[in-house]
């Protein structure tokens, strides 16, 4: 059974930090292309970053840049997400997803391209 569960979601202080685990079970992940999202109340499921299986590269949301880190460890078969210099913008469900023969890129990361999705985590961002 394929299965995706993301952990480490929580309350955080602006400035704080929280590191976000996707682990896979039931395939393996290195074959796959993992992408993070983030939804937000309201508002649409948007793509914060991606680490492609072919050539290892990451992608990032503008938004993100510069504070989040994306990596993998094949031999856990998971992938993180570290988060620094959190912001309230920051706040949503955390939802990780795998696709098997994606680029993910500025100009490719789209939620409908991604057929398997963890349960997601909350963060929230907040004094």
């Known amino acids: 059974q394929v299965q995706l569960v993301e952990s480490g979601g929580g309350l955080v202080q602006p400035g704080g930090s929280l590191r976000l685990s996707c682990a896979a079970s039931?395939?393996?992940?290195?074959?796959?292309?993992i992408a993070w999202f983030r939804q937000a109340p309201g508002k649409e499921r948007e793509g914060v970053s991606g680490?492609?299986?072919?050539?290892?590269?990451?992608y990032y949301a503008d938004s993100v840049k510069g504070r989040f880190t994306i990596s993998r460890d094949n031999a856990k078969n998971s992938v993180y997400l570290q988060m620094n210099s959190l912001q309230p913008a920051d706040t949503g469900v955390y939802y990780c997803?795998?696709?098997?023969?994606?680029?993910?890129?500025?100009?490719?990361?789209?939620?409908?391209?991604?057929?398997?999705w963890g349960q997601g985590t909350q963060v929230t961002v907040s004094s």
């Open positions: 680490i492609n299986r072919s050539d290892g590269s990451v």
């Open positions: 997803a795998a696709a098997p023969d994606y680029y993910c890129s500025e100009y490719n990361l789209f939620p409908t391209d991604f057929g398997s």
């Open positions: 039931g395939f393996t992940l290195d074959y796959h292309a």
